[in-house]
């Protein structure tokens, strides 16, 4: 019987240990972001972006559609938004390109609902313009 006793003793000690390591490693884990693949479109109404997976588990965005009659330096099919990284739940960073003055940016995005927000961010992140977009599929 003791050597039964002393058998179970190092299953259950096991057992606890690979409880207190799965719970560690779920809580040192990033929390998962919400699903802003899709299409979206402008707040003025002017353009609709593709947010799709782009490699490397990022989000990249393509202008797919410009407001005929918009005055901007924008093209369908250019990239905007790149390698778009979860940072947190429901907020990606990466990098943002400005087709009015041919800068890339620092990018951030944030998900709430059917609404998205993202902001091109310079100087360390201290100047950031944002601009929100609505879901469209």
């Known amino acids: 019987m003791t050597s039964r006793t ?18 560690l490693a779920l809580a040192s884990s990033p929390a998962f ?8 479109l402008r707040e003025s109404g002017a353009s609709h972006v593709r947010i799709a997976p782009c490699g490397g588990g990022a989000l990249c965005g393509t202008l797919t559609w410009i407001k005929p009659g918009t005055d ?4 369908v099919g250019q990239r905007i938004f790149f390698d778009m990284k979860p940072d947190g739940t429901d907020s990606w960073k990466g990098s943002a ?5 041919g800068q890339t940016y620092a990018g951030k ?3 709430s609902g ?14 950031c313009k944002s601009t929100s977009w ?3 599929n």
């Open 6 to 23: 002393i058998l179970r003793v190092p299953f259950a000690g096991l057992a606890f240990a690979s409880l207190a390591f799965a719970v």
């Open 97 to 101: 390109f400005n087709p009015e003055d």
């Open 114 to 127: 059917h609404s998205l927000t993202t902001a091109g961010c310079a100087m360390g992140g201290m100047i």
């Open 72 to 75: 901007t330096k924008a093209k």
């Open 109 to 111: 995005m944030s998900l």
């Open 33 to 40: 972001s919400g699903d802003a693949a899709g299409t979206w």
């Open 134 to 136: 609505t879901r469209v």
